[in-house]
């Protein structure tokens, strides 16, 4: 790991970013480590949630861009609701995720699945309006290198009548893609 | 009481015990459920984690058909729930954005519905109410109450206190049921992450499972179609994993109220889950 210098911040703007971006208040987190004593995924943390935190303070905008927490992040909200400076933790995740995203940063390790599957479901989303399983599944499989991943499951969901074998499409289709359209234009735009 | 109802995604497939126990129980309390004409996926944990307008639009497109059905919206599933009762706060605090969303969907949301979880849809019945109508009382069953994440956070949109909720203990109380103190009754399983990184969800229901099981319930009872099909499903794989032998049935809340209640068990679909649930509904009757 580098040395950090305490004395200078990395990149000045980077707090102020993610202040605007999220709406949190980010500069007032004391490093009490709630965050991270409540966090389900902290085990398989690289950066714990009040490291990412105390980071984006000091403007190592590289290093937290470039950690897989912020994409093994579970959204489970605990670190939110828990915080005493009232700061929506959950909330900078995502932020720092969709800013991850928009400056083509490639999630390292566990991270790469977690936006593979994202993209993957929303991709399927913006054509169908409603999530198959099924074929979600099937595509992630195969994006992966690993097809036969889940089948047991998959078999088993047959018989028990949880896998649905057609999909039932909203009539409104257009109008789900051109969502999906005017929000990458409005974002184009320079809004978040 | 009339509802639009959005079942979302999970329950046409993997949650389907969830949309045929809801809509079953909801007939029988004389809750009206409407579904949505030409429903859209609320976007999920996939859609906030990769636009925050992607991530509003989406539920809102949903929440502006409801309030042209001039109802309030329910949704079983706590992640719709979640998305759906976020956008609904989100925009009636902050009109710029509403016109923004608006904008995008093309739609008119003007902020004159509510969004409420199934669990509280049906508490509004009254605690006395269901008790009234119980012709088959869980006796003896010992349940813990699964809440996961999405219904009791963020403080904005929680339908109970975030770390000791008791709505679906009051539930199962009125039915005659038997909870059990314990600890994980909020922690996350960790769904989100069960297709991309299997092996710390798994991590995750095996400390949930632990917890339950030395809790002394028979079985859980969860209100989520996500945190079901992992705790179900993903059992079997922490016993194989870690040579463990939990035989924890997951019901959702509506279909051990359904027994209750004395509805038709095909209507519950009872024995479609992955850990048999056999031993559990004998003791019920």
């Known amino acids: 790991m580098k040395a950090i210098r305490l004395n200078q911040w990395e990149d000045r703007n980077f707090i102020e970013l993610v202040t605007r971006e999220s709406g949190q208040a980010v500069e007032n987190c004391y490093q009490c480590g709630k965050c991270t004593a409540g966090c389900p995924i902290a085990f398989a943390c690289d950066l714990m949630p009040n490291q990412v935190i105390r980071m984006v303070q000091m403007g190592l905008k590289e290093e937290v861009l470039h950690c897989q927490s912020i994409w093994l992040c579970a959204s489970c909200v605990t670190c939110t609701v828990r915080c005493p400076r009232n700061i929506d933790v959950a909330r900078v995740m995502d932020t720092l995720r969709i800013m991850a995203r928009h400056q083509g940063i490639s999630p390292p390790g566990k991270g790469r699945y977690v936006a593979l599957f994202n993209e993957n479901f929303l991709g399927y989303i913006q054509k169908n309006g409603r999530l198959f399983e099924l074929a979600t599944m099937a595509m992630f499989n195969l994006k992966t290198g690993q097809p036969f991943r889940e089948a047991s499951t998959g078999l088993a969901m047959l018989k028990r009548g949880k896998l649905k074998l057609t999909v039932t499409k909203p009539r409104g289709l257009d109008e789900i893609n051109r969502i999906f359209e005017k929000v990458r234009q409005a974002e184009k735009g320079g809004k978040k | ?285």
Request: aromatic share 6%.
């Open chain 2, 1 to 285: 009481m009339k509802l639009a109802y959005y079942p979302g995604c999970s329950l046409e497939a993997s949650g389907k015990e969830y949309d045929l126990s809801t809509r079953a129980v909801c007939k029988h309390l004389g809750i009206e459920l409407i579904e949505i004409p030409d429903w859209s996926c609320c976007g999920a944990t996939a859609g906030h984690s990769t636009s925050h307008l992607l991530s509003l639009a989406l539920p809102a497109r949903n929440l502006a058909l409801a309030e042209e059905m001039g109802l309030d919206v329910t949704a079983p599933c706590a992640s719709c729930y979640q998305r759906l009762a976020l956008t609904c706060y989100e925009l009636k605090q902050n009109p710029r954005l509403q016109k923004e969303i608006n904008e995008i969907t093309g739609r008119s949301f003007q902020g004159k519905i509510k969004v409420v979880s199934i669990l509280e849809a049906i508490n509004y019945i009254g605690l006395e109410g269901i008790q009234n109508q119980v012709v088959k009382p869980l006796k003896g069953l010992k349940i813990a109450a699964y809440y996961g994440c999405l219904l009791v956070r963020p403080r904005n949109i929680q339908i109970d206190d975030p770390e000791n909720p008791q709505i679906i203990e009051k539930i199962m109380q009125a039915s005659g049921a038997e909870p059990v103190e314990w600890p994980h009754k909020t922690e996350c399983c960790g769904a989100s992450l069960a297709i991309s990184n299997e092996d710390i969800a798994t991590t995750m229901v095996s400390r949930i499972l632990k917890a339950a099981s030395l809790s002394g319930a028979h079985c859980l009872v969860c209100a989520c179609p996500l945190c079901h099909f992992n705790l179900d499903m993903r059992q079997l794989k922490v016993n194989r994993l870690q040579g463990t032998n939990y035989q924890l049935p997951v019901f959702y809340f509506t279909q051990l109220l359904g027994i209750a209640l004395g509805l038709n068990p095909d209507d519950l679909s009872l024995h479609t889950h992955f850990v048999d649930t056999t031993h559990v509904l004998k003791m019920v009757g």
